[in-house]
């Protein structure tokens, strides 16, 4: 797989830095650009993008290509979109301007994402399509589970402002395909990422790394949002401390009835999660900047595949209603 030109739709925390790093790491051996949007383009396009990772003596600082049109760009070789999981639908038809035969996309994504169930050989649902994250199938038609390549993302990022990003770990991203065959493509796009400094793995069972993740993002996210703490005050109360944990327990019994297994149990994943500092979860940035809650796909899809796979989900279903409220009354407030 020949890549030479990689466009990242959605230039926002993780988008960004990935973005930063591929200008960087590539050089000369890839055009790199962004499709972004609002005061973080304007700043890309008049002063770069910069970087500031985590323990780096100097922030990364790289010129890039950036538009909030992506028919501009042209056909890539690779697109990976830093959009979240409920931002994708509304902006398939700009994907889709960027696409040619052969071009794969890498998504980003937190929670179950709208492919999910292609090519899906841990349970009997596989081609099932997903109403709530993929309305009308456009995403489904216009860019294809066939192109998609998985990703899972551990690393803590955000727009500290515009134009710059801040990385607070070192973090890994692991790729897989939805079939769980280990490709030229998906080893190809490793290997680059590889290259650029990202710290990256493939796995054949990507579902399992979706539901590993989701484990902690069902449980922290929504109840940070709800609170407004931080994670490590939310590990600090006995009440919200319990609280998580049932919600892990409900994603654990949802996701095995589902065929996935998981790498830790649900007190070892607590255990880990009190080493976690001071850091807001990303949607509690995006409640106190007035966007869009990333609420169906980390939440309304563990309600949702639980109904699917008989599996009572009583928290989540609790935390679900409240955060949804919450997303409305945010976004009403922020208009």
Not at 41 to 69: N, S
Not at 98 to 121: C, E, S
Not at 249 to 271: C, D, K, M, P
Not at 296 to 323: F, K, Q
Request: aromatic content about 4%.
């Amino acid at each position: 797989m020949p890549i030479s030109k990689i466009c990242i739709y959605g230039a926002g925390a993780l988008g960004g830095a990935l973005a930063a790093k591929l200008a960087s790491g590539l050089g000369a051996g890839a055009t790199v650009s962004v499709v972004a949007r609002g005061d973080h383009l304007e700043a890309i396009r008049r002063h770069g993008l910069k970087l500031f990772e985590a323990d780096a003596a100097q922030p990364l600082e790289v010129r890039i290509a950036a538009t909030d049109d992506p028919a501009e760009l042209g056909p890539q070789d690779l697109v990976i979109t830093g959009l979240k999981g409920h931002q994708l639908s509304p902006a398939a038809e700009g994907i889709a301007k960027l696409l040619k035969q052969g071009t794969r996309v890498v998504m980003v994504l937190n929670g179950i994402p709208w492919w999910y169930f292609h090519r899906d050989a841990q349970s009997r649902y596989a081609e099932r399509q997903l109403e709530e994250l993929d309305p009308g199938g456009r995403l489904w038609r216009l860019i294809g589970p066939e192109r998609v390549i998985g990703c899972v993302a551990y690393q803590g990022a955000e727009v500290t402002k515009p134009g710059e990003v801040t990385l607070s770990n070192k973090g890994r991203f692991i790729l897989g395909e939805p079939s769980g065959e280990i490709s030229p493509d998906l080893e190809a796009i490793a290997s680059l990422l590889s290259r650029s400094d990202v710290t990256v793995a493939t796995t054949p069972l990507i579902r399992d790394e979706i539901w590993n993740k989701l484990m902690g993002n069902a449980a922290f996210n929504p109840i940070s949002a709800l609170t407004r703490a931080q994670m490590n005050d939310l590990m600090a109360d006995p009440a919200l401390a319990s609280m998580v944990g049932k919600v892990m327990n409900e994603v654990r019994a949802v996701g095995e009835a589902l065929g996935t297994r998981f790498a830790v149990n649900v007190e070892q994943r607590l255990e880990q999660s009190r080493a976690i500092g001071p850091v807001r979860t990303s949607m509690l940035q995006d409640l106190l900047s007035g966007k869009a809650l990333e609420v169906v796909p980390l939440v309304g899809m563990v309600v949702s595949l639980g109904r699917l796979a008989s599996v009572p989900t009583p928290v989540s279903e609790t935390i679900l209603a409240l955060v949804t409220q919450l997303d409305k009354e945010n976004r009403r407030a922020a208009a």
